[in-house]
């Protein structure tokens, strides 16, 4: 009888929470048109597709990217679907090096006095089986310098842009792979709870100056993240466990609803936010590894051939 009252009740939840998620997104967004908003890794996939919608939204933007080729592209592209009050700038960086960081911080203090919103989207992937990774550790520590240290470094170069406006936002785009395993990204998954870990313990420090924290966690996206880790060897081939990826700009105005809602954590689809409810519960976690486990079964027995 326990088990059925509790398979109630936890349905009972998911029921009211869902409803309450769908009442939130009813709900008309507030937002400031003349904003500043700094955008980490625009030159590309997810950090495009936000510099284009605060675009429209008027927003007064500064665009980082490592190639400034796409960069002045991407920063074209807004032009187009700018209204009347947008400003739009950009700033070629590599967010691993401190000088670039600190660059960054400088270019926004002499456009914008201040901060509203930094959204840290740069990131980068691996595709590789653990056992295959070399004994350095080179990219382990590549995926860390630019998940985890690049963010941490980019907040403390604006904490006082943010500071000085109350109610401002810092925006991280992370991943599911921070909240559940995934198999052959050892590396990313470890970074990305490094970054949940940071940001969820930032936002209880800076809280007195208001300012919000909002940690994106999409599955799977269409982006050219994958491309881009095989280009520079952290992956051998390109290879997704999902038929059909979120395309970037869908993720682009799902990450916009859960800032102007001022979310902490945002998870989109239903099925991975079960995926993360059921993965903290006691006994709920190993039906979630299953359920990982079969998404990447043919990757699994692929990888091993040959090796048992």
Known sequence: MAPACAACWLGAAIILFTLWKIAKRCGSPKWNPTSSVVITGASSGIGSELAKLYSKRGARLLLTGRNSERLEAVAAECAKV???LTEIHTCRGDLTEPIDRKELAEQARKYFGAVDMLILNAGI?????????AGDMALFRSLMETNFFACVGCAKEFEQLLKAHRGSKIVVVSSMSGL???YRRTGYSASKHAVHGFFDSLRLE???WDIKVTIA?????????RETAVREGRAVELRSPEKHLVSAASCARDIALAVDQNQVHAIFSL???LAGWCFLLPGLGSVVRWGIARKFRAQIESDLKGRL
């Open 271 to 273: 099925r991975d936010r």
């Open 217 to 225: 966690c999409p599955g799977f996206v269409d982006t050219p993240i």
């Open 82 to 84: 700018a209204n009347a």
């Open 180 to 182: 559940l395993p995934v």
């Open 206 to 208: 800076w809280s007195p």
């Open 125 to 133: 992937s691996m595709d590789n089986l653990f056992s295959d990774t």
